[in-house]
């Protein structure tokens, strides 16, 4: 058994992970960071509906994936692991999917685990398949929202049994086809909803007009994720930004052979390591457009003092060259700003605030509280647990400077607390955290990169 596989073992069922402490120590190093969750999500259940096979290179494979690509071939659709041609310089192969669409169908069970992206999407593109499909999850996906996705589909006359709940676990019986038509619907509490809707909205008889009703709508660089990769994909798509108003016409959706972008947000907690340690580090082929959210660390973190590049090559982050009066390490400059459009980077921005030499004030994310876990009440418990000063409002957390100190950080079985206690324990001796594991949400193997970088 190797040593990540160690680490993974040993941090399953609550078990604790030694982060791996670096202090000082400069890091000079370049990562390969795997594939976008988003990215992949969308492209496979785009890939469901077209009228030819597609190649998804350098997918993400991680358990969110993994679940969403079961769902699919659940519900009839082939898609095979295969190696092709490296998209890049030299001859050397890569992994691929290849997805080739047929006719959806059930009776299927499909397990959504606590993914946000599996739970929204496949119910829509499911209620386009003959037969009974049901869906169940981990005990979290119980009580994470559903309700609009849900509400939508009745409206558009599927017929869904949930018990009154608007929640998970449900069941459905497809027809065979969607009507399609006008929709209302409240996507405050997660952009997803809106997503899911536009996705399937090609292969409705009538196309799919959704307009926003809710309170303010939050992830806009996730929806105009989906709007482009429909239009790749051959869409049509009308976007009224003024009326909160989107509509996907009917048509045919044509297979793509697409290179998957890194996954910015996942770059986070490794740009982190320069930022706290010192020294640079690189993120390889961070794309020089991009409608992810993580494309806004750039700002984030040069905000927060370090110094950014971007080029051919990738990303390069430099650490502050002043040294922090809290800790022997360079100085992280608290932030004052609003997070509503890039929720996902929270965990990791709270962690580099509660090692700012100043204060911080997180703003705007309020709707973070019903993803994998209540991520603002995490965050303040974890980090005011060991040393921190975190206080925390409905919509926002505010950092004061603090000495840290050992302890264990609970994750939660959240991806992005257990990454967040990774980085704080890098100057922070003595942190252990808890089912270091749940990683595996969207890194493959996130112990086994960590080390090989900072130790």
Avoid at 88 to 102: C, F, H, L, N, V
Avoid at 119 to 140: E, K, N, Y
Avoid at 201 to 217: C, D, F, Q, Y
Avoid at 403 to 417: C, I, K, M, Q, S
Wanted: hydrophobic share 40%.
């Amino acid at each position: 058994m190797s040593d990540s596989q160690k680490d993974n073992s040993q941090s399953a069922n609550g078990a604790m992970w030694p982060a791996p402490f670096r202090g000082s120590k400069p890091v000079n190093a370049r990562v390969v960071i795997p594939g976008s969750k988003s990215v992949t999500n969308r492209a496979l259940i785009l890939a469901a509906q077209a009228t030819s096979p597609s190649i998804l290179r350098r997918p993400l494979v991680s358990r969110d994936s993994e679940l969403m690509v079961a769902g699919l071939r659940q519900l009839g659709i082939d898609v095979q692991e295969i190696e092709v041609e490296s998209s890049g310089a030299g001859s050397t192969k890569e992994m691929a999917w290849k997805i080739t669409p047929a006719p959806l169908k059930g009776p299927a069970a499909i397990d959504v685990g606590n993914a946000g992206t599996v739970m929204r999407f496949l119910p829509p593109l499911a209620a386009l398949a003959q037969g009974a499909i049901s869906f169940d999850g981990d005990p979290r996906s119980h009580e994470r929202p559903l309700g609009p996705v849900i509400k939508a589909l009745e409206e558009l006359g599927i017929s869904i049994d949930h018990g009154n709940r608007y929640s998970l676990p449900l069941s459905l019986v497809g027809t065979g086809k969607i009507p399609g038509g006008e929709i209302d619907i409240d996507a405050s509490a997660s952009s997803q909803f809106l997503s899911a809707l536009l996705l399937i909205g090609p292969s409705t008889v009538n196309g799919i007009t959704a307009r926003h009703v809710g309170g303010e709508l939050p992830s806009m660089p996730h929806i105009e994720m989906t709007v482009e990769m429909l239009r790749d994909f051959g869409a049509t798509v009308h976007v009224d930004a003024a009326k909160k108003t989107w509509r996907v016409e009917p048509g045919a959706l044509h297979g793509k052979d697409m290179v998957i972008e890194p996954d910015l947000s996942n770059a986070a907690p490794f740009l982190s390591i320069a930022m706290v340690c010192g020294g640079s580090i690189t993120i390889a082929d961070w794309p020089q457009k991009t409608t992810q959210p993580g494309d806004q660390l750039r700002t984030l973190l040069r905000d927060m003092g370090a110094q950014i590049s971007l080029n051919a090559d990738g990303l390069t982050l430099t650490a502050n060259s002043e040294k922090s009066a809290l800790r022997d390490a360079p100085k992280i400059v608290g932030i004052d700003v609003d997070l509503h459009d890039v929720g996902e980077l929270t965990p990791s921005i709270a962690a580099l605030a509660a090692l700012a030499d100043s204060p911080s004030h997180l703003r705007g994310i309020a709707h973070l509280r019903l993803h994998e876990t209540d991520r603002l009440d995490a965050l303040t418990r974890e980090i005011n647990s060991i040393g921190g000063k975190v206080t925390e409002e409905h919509s926002a957390l505010h950092f004061e400077p603090s000495a840290l100190r050992a302890g264990v950080f609970h994750t939660y079985e959240d991806h992005r607390l257990a990454t967040a206690g990774a980085v704080i324990g890098l100057v922070t001796p003595g942190i252990e955290v808890e089912n270091i594991a749940t990683t595996r949400k969207t890194l493959t193997d996130f112990p086994g990169l960590w080390k090989s970088l900072v130790q």
